[in-house]
């Protein structure tokens, strides 16, 4: 990494008609840690302080939310577009990150070697850690934030 010293704060947002998921990634270059917080929002409150804030967060953070394709003909499909929708509108300079295909770039044997497998809260679909991996499918998209989790990840397995 050139010498340089970097903390980067990365957002994953799993948004949920009951929960919604929300994990802060901060990921340090000079160290090669990777250290979390997350939180659980009851359903798809954009009014929740903690997506109140990530409207205020740096310029320099990275949001990701999990996208949502439209399947059948369930009730949900509208809520999870307006939810989308809401959360683009509370944070624009947030990336919509496709779910499909998301298990096989970030399996769960990664999650468990980053300590993002398993969370305090219970959620009902895992919200959490469907959060942790929309927030590293978007770090792995990104050329300088996947070599700074390069990094973390060859320390770890050392």
Same mark, same amino acid.
């Given at each position: 990494?050139?010498?340089?010293?970097?903390?980067?704060?990365?957002?994953?947002?799993?948004?949920?008609?009951?929960?919604?998921?929300?994990?802060?990634?901060?990921?340090?270059?000079?160290?090669?840690?990777?250290?979390?917080?997350?939180?659980?929002?009851?359903?798809?409150? %954009?009014?929740?302080?903690? #997506? *109140?804030? @990530?409207?205020?967060?740096?310029? =320099? $953070?990275?949001?990701?939310?999990?996208?949502? /394709?439209?399947?059948?003909?369930?009730?949900?499909?509208?809520?999870?577009?307006?939810?989308?929708?809401?959360?683009?509108?509370?944070?624009?300079?947030?990336?919509?990150?496709?779910?499909?295909?998301?298990?096989?770039? %970030?399996?769960?044997?990664? #999650? *468990?070697? @980053?300590?993002?497998?398993?969370? =305090? $809260?219970?959620?009902?679909?895992?919200?959490? /850690?469907?959060?942790?991996?929309?927030?590293?499918?978007?770090?792995?998209?990104?050329?300088?934030?996947?070599?700074?989790?390069?990094?973390?990840?060859?320390?770890?397995?050392?």
């Amino acid at each position: 990494m050139n010498g340089e010293s970097l903390l980067v704060e990365v957002i994953g947002i799993d948004p949920g008609v009951v929960h919604t998921g929300v994990v802060s990634l901060l990921l340090d270059s000079h160290n090669n840690t990777l250290t979390h917080e997350s939180t659980v929002v009851d359903g798809l409150n %954009v009014d929740h302080p903690v #997506l *109140k804030k @990530l409207a205020a967060a740096p310029r =320099d $953070t990275f949001i990701f939310i999990e996208g949502f /394709r439209v399947r059948g003909a369930f009730n949900t499909n509208n809520e999870m577009m307006e939810a989308i929708g809401a959360l683009k509108k509370l944070l624009p300079r947030a990336t919509v990150v496709q779910n499909m295909g998301v298990r096989k770039v %970030v399996p769960n044997e990664t #999650l *468990k070697l @980053l300590g993002l497998y398993k969370f =305090d $809260t219970v959620t009902h679909h895992q919200d959490l /850690r469907e959060a942790a991996r929309t927030a590293l499918h978007g770090i792995i998209k990104d050329e300088k934030l996947n070599s700074i989790l390069y990094h973390i990840m060859k320390e770890k397995l050392q």
